[in-house]
Structures are given as structure tokens and as C-alpha cells.
């Protein structure tokens, strides 16, 4: 099982980069300048290929700006999957070098220099697929969100997080907890879900010091103008991040870290202790319920926890096959569900709209039914979906749970992970 993926320049046809994950050898450039040659081909006629759909892989292809081509090749992964890490690749390279330099591609050479610095990016997202390798680090990825992590202690971290935000003289910032969103700013869940990931990534990889401060270009919101990114330890595994100009200096927003925080740190090594779980202590789920992932749509952000009842955790040999089992089901049951749902929450002036005439004669096409739950059986396990609005709770149970039962306990587990203030959701 593998995955590859490929940048190719759209007027030369040379190679930029190639990464890989998986169990396979690189690919060699003959397939490579087949891939690109027959998109060259299409493009000559008119066509966009979109994708190529085989037994046991895909290929998708995407070009941007009429400068480079993305081409992604995947065994056990959906093409709409493909597909977005494809958009969140480019918006990596954006992040790193910004628009202009991938546009103009005055010296490629260079662009690929400058392009190392996204390697360890774009090979963090390709974790993301569901291409049948589980990682135990990286298996509860999901591709274009945030994971974040659940503390009874968020409340509190969040009224320190204000004060150094203003100290800092920014709008944008995060507290990680293990490269998780512990909390952070109005502002910065205003950003876009890939730049959110991007930055949390970036913050997490190749971590040398204590402090980093790097130059970004955020995709969406300036991709032509740099802010930088400056990211510094609290304690070990907790990271305070920010977004800010070229003001205050790098030792002041170190300082000002260390004063904001200093009343805090027994409640952040409290926080800490909610890791690998994701959740607190306090929140203990049915008995039966081997794992979960709460999904919010509207931020972008994402809670996945292994162990989420006392039965669970005393079974932790298959832990990285649980989160792979939920990451899967969404993948291939519940993504479908979201676009149907922002399909139908489509204000009327943009739903396409037919003559009276044919309106009457409504085809099984026409009718769009918006499904709020799913589920999956097999002779293990049971996964349920349960969609409330902007959330999205997948849980994996036993299979000796009734379906009946799983939807219960699926409807209150939802309730008691998003009602509950101090957990800042």
C-alpha cells in the first residue's frame, strides 16, 4: 500500500519534487513523464483530466495557476480525499515561498531550493491518507482539519492566552498541546482550515530550539505578503503561537511568553496530562465505546480520543487500528454526508433553478435528501455517525452493541462533548 505525489512545472514538464509514504520504491521517471504527458495531451485538446480510477489505486490531477501540475497516486484512498490533499499540498508551497515566486518561476532551480522547506509539510499531510499504512504517531490525521485536544482546563488557558495575544500586539494565537489546539483567538479559527494546520504543523516540525520565527504567506488570506510565524515553548510539549508583524522583536514576544504564562503553568502541566486520551478524565463515555471523533465543519477542527471510556482503555493493543477504523469510516461514509448538507444550506439564488414546466415533473435526481446518520457493521466492530448542525460525532463501538443503542448513546456522548463550557469547543 502506497501513496505518491508528484510536482511538475505546466510549461517545461520538469519535475519540482516527488514525495512518497508507504511500503514502495519511487517512481521512476518514465511513469512520471507518462502522468504528466497525458495531461499535456488533454490540456492540447481542450479536456481537463480530472482523475483516472483504477482496482486498487487512483490518480488525480491539478494544475494551478497555469504554473505547476499536482498529480497524486493512492491505493485505498477516495478520490475526493486525493483530491483535497492535492489543494492542501499547493497551499503548503504557497505558505512557504508565497504566490509569486510559484507563479513567475523565473529559476526553477531556485524555486525547488526554496520548496525544501514545505518537504516536511506537504509529507505530514500525506499522513492524512487513508492509503492502509497505520502509523501509531499519525493514524488519527484527518486531511484539511485541526486536531485539537479537550482539557477541563481550557477556560483557564484561554483568559492567559488573551493577555499575551495583546501583549504580543496580534489578533492571532494558539496554545498546542502536543501539536494539538489546546485554545486560541477568535481571530485565528477566522483563518482558513488549511492555513490553521499548515501553522500548526509548522510549529511542530523540526523543532531545534526553543523559539522559532519564520516567514508565512497564508494561502487565502495574504499569500503575497509575508507575516511571520512565531511559535515558543512554555514547557516541554506545550507551545504558545502567534501571528504578528514585524514588531515586537523575538526576545520581547519570548519575555512577554514567560510573564503571561507564569501563573499558568501548573494548570498547562494539568492540561498536559489529558494526552494521548485528548479528553479529560472527568469525561467518561458508555462502556463499549472503543473511540471517538468529534468533528466541528465550521472551524475546521477535529477531536479524536482512543480510550474515551474505562472498558476501552484497559485495551490498548490496537489502538492505532481503532483510530484507522474511524478515520476510514469518515472517510468513506461521512465526507459524502457533509457536501450533501452544504449542498442543501445553499442560499435559493444560488440553487439552480428550472422553468415551472419541468419543476412539476421532479426526477429522483432532482430531490436531494440530506442523510444525518450512518453507520457501518462488521464482525468486530460498529462505527455510528451522528450529524448535529456543525458537528459530526463517529464512534466506534463493539459489535456486540445494538445499532438501537449505539444511536443512543452516540446522541448523549454528543451532548456531553459539546455542552460543556470549560472544555472550550
Not at 65 to 82: F, M, R
Not at 92 to 99: D, F, K, P, Q
Not at 184 to 196: C, K, M, N, R
Request: charged residues 20%; hydrophobic residues 35%; proline residues 3%.
Amino acid at each position: 500500500m502506497s501513496a505518491h505525489l508528484l510536482c511538475i512545472t505546466s510549461n517545461a514538464g520538469l519535475p519540482v519534487f516527488t514525495r512518497k509514504k508507504g511500503s514502495t520504491e519511487s517512481l521512476p521517471f518514465s511513469i512520471m513523464g507518462s502522468l504528466n504527458g497525458v495531461h499535456m495531451y488533454a490540456k492540447s485538446q481542450r479536456v481537463k483530466l480530472l482523475n483516472s480510477l483504477m482496482d486498487d489505486h487512483c490518480v488525480a490531477w491539478k494544475e494551478f495557476h497555469d504554473s505547476v501540475i499536482l498529480i497524486g497516486i493512492s491505493s485505498g484512498c477516495t478520490i475526493q480525499v486525493l483530491n483535497k490533499l492535492l489543494d492542501s499540498t499547493f497551499n503548503a508551497m504557497v505558505l512557504t515561498v508565497g504566490i509569486e515566486k510559484i507563479k513567475t518561476q523565473r529559476n526553477t532551480e531556485r524555486l525547488k531550493r526554496d520548496l525544501r522547506m514545505s518537504y516536511s509539510l506537504i509529507d505530514r499531510l500525506m499522513e492524512s491518507l487513508d492509503y492502509g499504512v497505520a502509523t501509531n504517531k499519525y493514524s488519527s490525521d484527518i486531511i484539511s482539519m485541526t486536531e485539537t485536544i479537550l482539557c477541563s482546563e481550557n477556560h483557564l488557558l484561554q483568559v492567559a492566552l488573551e493577555a499575551y495575544t495583546e501583549c504580543v500586539d496580534s489578533e492571532y494565537s494558539c496554545i498546542l498541546i502536543h501539536g494539538k489546539i489546546a485554545v486560541a483567538t477568535e481571530s485565528w479559527w477566522s483563518l482558513h482550515a488549511d492555513e490553521i494546520k499548515l501553522l500548526s504543523y509548522l510549529a511542530t516540525v523540526d523543532n531545534m530550539t526553543s523559539s522559532k520565527d519564520v516567514p508565512v504567506f497564508l494561502p487565502y488570506r495574504c499569500p503575497n505578503v509575508a507575516y511571520r510565524f512565531v511559535a515558543c515553548m512554555l514547557i516541554p510539549h506545550v507551545q504558545v503561537c502567534c501571528l504578528c508583524g514585524p514588531t515586537p522583536l523575538i526576545k520581547d514576544i519570548e519575555y512577554s511568553a514567560s510573564q503571561c504564562f507564569k501563573s499558568a503553568l501548573e494548570v498547562i502541566e494539568t492540561a498536559l496530562r489529558c494526552h494521548p486520551r485528548n479528553l479529560p478524565n472527568s469525561i467518561q463515555l458508555e462502556s463499549g465505546v472503543l473511540g471517538i471523533l468529534l468533528i466541528n465543519t465550521k472551524f475546521g477542527k477535529y477531536v479524536v480520543s482512543r480510550s474515551p471510556s474505562t472498558s476501552s482503555s484497559k485495551h490498548t493493543s490496537n489502538v492505532s487500528h481503532r483510530l484507522d477504523l474511524l478515520r476510514t469510516f469518515f472517510y468513506r461514509a461521512v465526507l459524502s454526508l457533509i457536501n450533501c448538507e452544504a449542498e442543501e444550506n445553499k442560499p435559493e439564488a444560488e440553487k439552480t433553478k428550472k422553468p415551472d414546466k419541468v419543476n412539476k415533473q421532479l426526477s429522483k435526481k432532482d430531490i436531494l435528501t440530506v442523510c444525518k446518520e450512518t453507520y457501518w457493521c462488521s464482525e468486530y466492530y460498529k462505527c455510528h455517525a451522528l450529524i448535529s448542525e456543525c458537528n459530526i460525532l463517529c464512534v466506534l463501538y463493539t459489535a456486540s452493541i445494538p445499532t438501537h443503542t449505539a444511536r443512543l448513546i452516540t446522541s448523549e456522548s454528543l451532548r456531553i462533548l459539546t455542552t460543556d463550557k470549560q472544555l472550550c469547543w
